[in-house]
């Protein structure tokens, strides 16, 4: 038995099958569905980018969907605090709800600090071929300057227990498959290099 399975409770359980396929959708949209998993410390720009990522491939007539930390934090992970198990077991969930949409054929834009590789390996698991890690890159002392929450003051006061880049840890994605690097581009063009990976990704040929 794998891990995976092991940890399944359910018993008595038959998947049902959709009479919509991933091709149908794929047909209709012009494009296929898959995950942008964007990965950095607070203030790298994650959710500025994944929202104005998600207007500019909306705008164009994609098939869009932010996931953001904060959002998802209020209720789906509303029970989970910052400790490792549970930072864990919130990318996990988040990787699953992510393979749902991307199933659906929507592009997921999954904004997440999402310290640990392991769990990033496992959302990636999760989704299967089209799942896209994405650095948002930008050092500490830029994040730390910039603090558009003020959320690192506080972490340097104490205040915050478990913060990444301070007091807890943050492993950089070893091969991502695409680094968009914010102390270098300005938002507008991180968006625009953002928007050609997908371009050049998710466009399906019509046959
Ligand atoms: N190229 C860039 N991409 C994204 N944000 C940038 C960029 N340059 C400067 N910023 C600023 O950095 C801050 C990033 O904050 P935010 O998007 O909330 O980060 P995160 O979601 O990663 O915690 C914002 O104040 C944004 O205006
Ligand atoms: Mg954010």
């Known amino acids: 038995m794998t891990d995976q399975e092991t940890s399944i409770k359910s018993t008595n359980i038959t998947a049902v099958e959709s009479r919509v396929t991933l091709q149908d959708r794929i047909k209709r949209s012009g494009h296929t569905g898959g995950v942008l998993w964007f990965t950095g410390l607070s203030g790298s720009g994650k959710s500025t980018l994944a929202i ?18 904060d959002n998802v934090r209020h209720g789906l992970s509303s029970n989970l605090g910052f400790s490792p198990d549970d930072r864990t077991e919130n990318i996990r969930r988040i990787g699953e709800v992510a ?3 991307s199933s659906a054929g929507f592009i997921v834009i999954a904004a997440f600090i ?94």
Request: glycine letters at 6%; a negative charge.
């Open 114 to 207: 999402s310290p640990y590789q392991e769990d990033r390996d496992r959302a990636r698991e999760a989704s299967g071929e089209n799942f896209h890690e994405i650095y948002v890159k930008a050092d500490l002392s830029l994040c730390e300057s910039r603090d558009p929450k003020g959320l690192y003051q506080k972490a340097r006061r104490g205040e915050i227990p478990e913060f990444t880049g301070i007091s807890a840890p943050y492993e950089a994605p070893v091969i991502p498959e695409f680094t968009v690097d914010t102390g270098e581009l300005d938002v507008e063009k991180s968006v625009t290099a953002l928007a050609k990976y997908v371009g050049a990704k998710f466009i399906q040929q019509q046959d």
């Open 52 to 69: 104005e990522l998600e207007r500019r491939l909306f705008n164009i007539g994609y098939n869009v969907f932010v996931l953001d930390g």
């Open 99 to 101: 393979s749902l949409f």
